[in-house]
């Protein structure tokens, strides 16, 4: 019998992609984009996407709801933060002046300061948008079959800054050295989309399917 | 280790189907968007770009289906542009599983739209679309101007003033293209591309002009362009985009190969 994946929905972001790039790793899956609590509870798995700024990030998950839902998730079954899925499980985000988040990961988020040497005698461009390398910090089944260093999707202007240096399990160079992934018994998460960064990208989405942490 | 500069195929689409011939020889159907697509995700693209240039506004509905379909298969950040005249343009094309919208002209004829779906949506998937022509004669100071219905209606507006304030505005990237060397194959205009790069701080797409792999150089090393767009050059055969991206990492460039 195929698992149950929820790709939690609260109205932000392009979930879209992120549940046609889970169905093309797990055929036999049943992946459901959704916000119903009943659905999160039962499925065996748990995607958390994002895109956008945090406030308003904030303020969906609140109005879904979904504040109490993803604690559950992230204490009781594999669960993948990306991009702002990541982000948000932090205690604190510089983004809109100032705000407050999750705090399931003990750490803040900050914005790439603005004037970090770059190529061709430019500045460093924010957002950070485009192909960078992950350095895998430490063994992680979600790296099993992906090169140490392969190049993943990236698009975003703040990054995450963890307390604890051991929940950092990826880190990317762009003007600083910054954690792009991060792992706690079942949490896994990512600054990167790896439902846009082909073949490593899915290979990371098919490790998440077969998880058994 | 940096950001790789990325190599950005473009296809135009005509009612759901690639128009400007595409001629690959293993591809069957050289109309289809998701064959076209699926092959330039395997030759290593790092993005696709979408333009739909479809007259009549009752078939523009193809386009979602289109993709739809690549969104499906392709998973590689997909743009697509023409014809995004309202949020609710932006929206559809999102939820149909594009990553990415460029909006051209109605930014021009209102530019609280792009600011508006940047703030809806984040500027992370709102590109403006700029072409420029020259308009400087001899021995001034360079100077281009905004055009808008495919190169044709001149603004009036100041090239590098907009590309600021679209950027302001909340424009994740622009998307720059030289209505001079546009289908020209002579090359990018370059210093319109350093102008426009020195003068916004977020990514630029250069376009315009491309005939051969050396000029995708140019484009980054002389334009300080983030990514380089082309189309006929690698619709017709004439390179791969492996052997682009592997003439950019002879010439120093940093790519994903």
């Given at each position: ?213 | ?8 195929p473009c296809l135009d ?7 400007k ?28 770009t979408?333009l ?131 289908g ?23 376009s315009?002009?491309v ?18 767009l082309a189309a006929s050059i690698f619709h ?22």
């Amino acid at each position: 019998m195929g698992q149950k994946i929820a790709v939690l929905d609260y109205g932000l972001g392009n979930l879209r992609s992120v549940s046609k790039a889970i169905e093309h790793v797990a055929p036999e899956a049943e992946v459901r984009v959704t916000d119903d609590h009943d659905w999160i509870r039962a499925a065996d798995r748990v995607v958390f996407p994002g895109q956008g700024a945090a406030r308003d990030c904030m303020a969906a998950i609140g109005e879904h709801h979904l504040n109490q839902a993803i604690r559950e998730a992230v204490q009781s079954k594999p669960f993948l933060g990306i991009c702002m899925g990541l982000q948000v499980l932090l205690d604190f985000s510089e983004e809109n002046a100032g705000t407050e988040l999750l705090g399931i990961v003990p750490g803040r988020v900050v914005r790439f300061a603005d004037d970090m040497p770059g190529e061709n005698e430019l500045p460093l461009k924010i957002p950070h948008m485009g192909w960078s390398r992950v350095e895998q910090v430490q063994p992680h089944p979600l790296w099993e079959g992906i090169e140490d260093g392969s190049r993943f999707y990236f698009v975003h202007s703040y990054y995450v800054v963890p307390d604890e240096e051991e929940v950092v399990a990826g880190v990317t160079e762009y003007g600083v050295r910054f954690a792009s992934a991060l792992a706690r018994e079942n949490l896994f998460a990512v600054q990167f989309h790896p439902e846009k960064s082909a073949d490593a990208g899915l290979r990371l989405l098919k490790n998440f399917v077969g998880w058994n942490p | 280790m940096g950001l790789a500069k990325r190599i950005i195929p473009c296809l135009d689409v005509d009612a759901g189907r690639v128009v400007k011939g595409v001629k690959f020889v293993e591809i069957r159907d050289a109309g289809d968007p998701v064959e076209i697509a699926r092959r330039y995700n395997e030759e290593g693209a790092d993005e696709i770009t979408f333009l739909d240039i479809t007259a009549s506004s009752d078939e523009r509905e193809t386009m979602v289906h289109v993709v739809e379909q690549v969104a499906s298969e392709v998973f590689i950040p997909l743009t697509v542009g023409g014809g995004i005249r309202k949020v609710e343009d932006v929206r559809r094309m999102l939820m149909a599983g594009a990553d990415k919208v460029a909006i051209n002209t109605a930014a021009v004829f209102n530019p609280e739209f792009v600011r508006e779906a940047a703030d809806r949506f984040g500027s992370q998937c709102i590109v403006v679309a700029i072409d420029a022509k020259r308009v400087s004669g001899e021995g001034e100071p360079l100077r281009w101007e905004i055009f808008t219905h495919g190169g044709r209606k001149p603004t009036g507006i100041d090239a590098l003033e907009w590309a600021r304030k679209m950027a302001d505005y909340g424009a994740g990237e622009i998307l720059l293209t030289s209505m001079d060397r546009d289908g020209t194959k002579i090359g990018f205009d370059n210093e319109l591309n350093r102008a426009v790069a020195e003068a916004v701080p977020v990514p630029l797409i250069a376009s315009g002009g491309v005939g051969n792999l050396q000029h995708l150089v140019e484009g980054i090393t002389l334009g300080g362009a983030d990514a380089v767009l082309a189309a006929s050059i690698f619709h017709f055969g004439e390179y791969t985009i492996g052997e682009a991206k592997r003439y950019m990492a002879e010439h120093g460039i940093e790519v994903r190969l």
